[in-house]
């Protein structure tokens, strides 16, 4: 990777050159509001392929509301204005098929959310709605899934369990498993891990770091010690508006923004 | 410092209002407690009178199909079968929960799911509003129209079940529908999140994961209406024709216990046969009503289980 294959632009934001980087998904001007407010007044990220990207910045600078945009969660809640541009195509736009578009792009979020089902259909169930009926092939894709977020072996014999019953460790994996289980291109992950203890953000760390080789990942984080020890690349939000993109070394070592500095040595947020 | 000691060992006022406060509440709740201990004693004791004073047998009164207290029937014994009235009784709650249920899911869906703002603003005051019509207007609106409209369509004198359904139909449909509203906003929001991030269509998570989860609440929904509907006297009253004879089918004149015992209680001496065979219709409603009740909280509780995590 070439180093001045990078730049950055006025706004100390990272751009990439597409002819060394691939690029998964951008924004471009994106703006985001509740109602009349303005929760996210400037977006423009390029994230690149099989790489993790973090996005850390004190609560309310608006690094979720950004995550859920970018595969649309925010549809019925927030207006969501500029163009969020996936393989050319802006998704942000009405002629796009967002139930289709967000099978490639997938979402865990913060509190692990498993169905009220066994642990089998929590990860069969949207692969039935997609007309996998065979039980083989369900079975095939379950344990496949299940071995990705490594989780197999502490459950292929508690297939039929509830997935309430498990630890929140486990069912935030089960999360990942059931995202993964539709294979998608990009993984969005809302604070996957705040809820959890030391031992299962690690786990779910290393898991990470196991799906970057075929997924590209985008993670918001509070944790900024989880984004130095994962990420390729963190974006600092501040109020709304991204303040700062580079790679995580650079931002972590030698931030260009002083209040970059001041929220990961710890002075606010 | 010897004010201090004094202070400590003298109840303050504020200890005394609260002591006051735990009594006055005490006293309502064994209030409402004996009241509803002694309507089942009196229920019981008037209904059971049937049984051990005037040795009717249960299993008569269960299974008789011969209602004329007072008189012998043909088999020589009081004419107290409450067989009829117990079927009419049935028959018009299950059918009319069984009509209502669709009609009140897809309006709770529409409201909770399709159009939450629309539902909150303008449909969940109506159904509101509905509740709280009196029965003796649906009772009036249902022989003023329901049964000219059974007459004409279906035959028959109009009087009978068929009319009786339509018209608590009407009556449990708003009850049903806020409760089963109720149920579906329960759900929590990280269930449509979750199947609508998987890619999941929005009927796909209606109907695979929010109507799913809510279940046990719309179960509940459903038995309060048909309790709603078991229990209503006067709006039945008026349009189901009131003939104490086993209905053979929807539309010739039959009669439900609430019926039966709101046209005859007046009627009776306190202490007769007839008095007591209408008691022990009482009871049979009571117990029913108890049985709605505890399968109410079974389906909460089991309800429950399934939402801990």
Not at chain 2, 228 to 234: M, Q
Request: net charge positive; charged share 20%.
């Amino acid at each position: 990777m070439a180093e001045n294959s990078m730049t950055t632009d006025q706004r100390n934001i990272m751009k990439f050159d597409p002819k060394d980087h691939e690029i998964a998904l951008s924004t471009e001007d994106l703006h985001v509001f509740y109602g009349k407010s303005e929760a996210i007044s400037e977006g423009d990220l390029q994230f690149e392929r099989y790489k993790i990207s973090a996005l850390i910045g004190p609560s309310g600078s608006g690094k979720s509301t950004y995550l859920r945009s970018l595969n649309r969660m925010n549809d019925r809640i927030a207006t969501v204005k500029g163009k969020i541009m996936y393989r050319g195509l802006d998704i942000n736009s009405n002629d796009i098929d967002v139930y289709e578009m967000r099978r490639h792009i997938g979402m865990v979020f913060q509190r692990p959310n498993p169905f009220a089902k066994s642990i089998y259909e929590n990860i069969a169930f949207a692969l039935r709605q997609r007309g996998m009926t065979k039980k083989q092939d369900l079975d095939e894709v379950v344990e496949r899934s299940l071995r990705q977020a490594a989780m197999w072996d502490q459950v292929k014999d508690d297939l039929n369990k509830s997935a309430l019953a498990l630890s929140g460790g486990q069912q935030q994996r089960l999360c990942i498993a059931r995202a993964i289980a539709i294979k998608p291109d990009i993984l969005l992950l809302d604070e996957p891990a705040s809820a959890l203890d030391p031992v299962s953000t690690s786990q779910i760390e290393d898991t990470l770091l196991e799906l970057k080789q075929n997924y590209t990942i985008i993670i918001v984080t509070h944790n900024m010690q989880q984004a130095s020890r994962i990420s390729d690349y963190t974006a600092f939000f501040n109020l709304g508006k991204v303040l700062e993109y580079a790679e995580t070394g650079d931002i972590f070592t030698n931030p260009k923004v002083d209040l970059t500095n001041d929220y990961i040595s710890g002075n606010f947020g | 410092m010897d004010k201090i000691r004094e202070s400590l060992l003298k109840k303050s006022i504020a200890s005394k209002i609260e002591r006051r406060g735990k009594i006055i509440s005490l006293i309502c709740l064994a209030l409402i407690v004996s009241v509803v201990f002694l309507i089942f004693y009196f229920v019981a004791s008037r209904g059971l009178a049937t049984f051990f004073k005037n040795h009717i047998n249960l299993w008569q009164f269960l299974s008789g199909t011969q209602w004329n207290p007072g008189t012998m029937g043909t088999n020589g014994q009081p004419a107290v079968g409450a067989l009829p009235m117990i079927v009419g009784s049935f028959l018009i709650t299950i059918l009319s929960a069984l009509i209502a249920t669709p009609f009140a899911i897809g309006t709770a869906v529409f409201m909770t799911e399709i159009s939450p703002r629309r539902g909150a603003k303008i449909l969940r005051p109506v159904t509101e509003l509905l509740v709280g019509i009196p029965s003796v207007v649906y009772g009036f609106i249902g022989l003023q129209v329901v049964v000219p409209f059974v007459r004409n369509t279906f035959g028959g004198s109009g009087y009978g079940i068929l009319s009786g359904t339509f018209v608590l139909f009407v009556m449990i449909l708003p009850t049903v529908t806020s409760m089963s509203a109720d149920a579906l906003n329960a759900v929590p929001r990280y269930y449509r999140e979750a199947s609508l991030a998987l890619g999941a269509t929005r009927w796909q998570t209606i109907y695979k994961v929010v109507l799913r989860a809510a279940i046990p609440g719309m179960l509940t929904a459903i038995v309060f209406g048909m309790a709603r509907a078991f229990g209503e006297a006067l709006a039945v009253q008026m349009v189901i024709g009131n003939a104490t004879l086993l209905p053979h089918n929807l539309v010739s004149p039959a009669s439900t216990l609430t019926s039966i015992l709101t046209m005859g209680i007046g009627n009776t001496v306190m202490g007769s046969l007839q008095n007591n065979a209408l008691w022990s219709l009482a009871m049979i409603l009571l117990l029913m009503s108890l049985v709605f009740n505890l399968a109410i909280r079974y389906i909460g509780r089991k309800g429950k289980l399934n939402h801990e995590r």
